[in-house]
């Protein structure tokens, strides 16, 4: 893991709950103290404490637009140490296409992104590349995808995306 106070940090292939009971492991192996977004209803009922305690930050995917890359932004400006896990498919399903929220905070924040591969087919955590990320969104996330390229998740047909998603190309103004 680079050894920096502040970053994005992307996870994936995302396809299994086991993701999150293995990336914890290798949290609290690694010594990190590490924010993650999750859906808000991870945040209910007799779960709550402990997705809060492992730095969990609930975020109701049913309003997008409610503010949470400028509440992060925010986050990462009062830390003196924050590093935000984030699963660039944005969800457990085969979603095609990664969302581009984790390069939009990233660049809010003024912080590097790096990766992480859950490689479930080599039994490997992969620490992969970090970057200051650019005004060039697809560039960008081109460099991520080449290296999750050859990661396989626990759920193969949930596998990594072929290229950012064609919302998130528009909303970029490409």
Do not use: Y
Not at 5 to 17: C, E, F, Q, R
Not at 65 to 82: C, K, N, P, Q, Y
């Amino acid at each position: 893991m680079p050894d920096v106070a502040k970053a994005v940090i992307i996870v994936a292939p995302h396809s299994s709950n086991w993701d999150f009971v293995i990336g914890a492991a290798g949290m609290l192996a690694l010594d990190l103290e590490l924010c993650f977004l999750g859906k808000h209803t991870l945040f209910e009922g007799p779960l709550a404490p402990l997705m809060r305690g492992l730095g969990g930050i609930p975020v109701d995917r049913s309003r997008p637009g409610s503010g949470i890359v400028t509440e992060m932004a925010a986050r990462f400006a009062a830390a003196e140490r924050l590093l935000l896990a984030l699963a660039p498919e944005g969800t457990r399903r085969s979603v095609g296409r990664w969302k581009s929220g984790f390069h939009t905070i990233a660049v809010a924040a003024e912080v590097p992104i790096a990766a992480v591969a859950l490689d479930w087919g080599a039994r490997q955590i992969r620490f992969g590349p970090m970057l200051q990320p650019s005004a060039e969104v697809e560039r960008d996330v081109g460099v991520f995808l080449e290296f999750f390229g050859g990661a396989r998740g626990r759920r193969p047909p949930v596998a990594a995306p072929a290229e950012l998603g064609h919302a998130e190309r528009n909303r970029h103004g490409r």
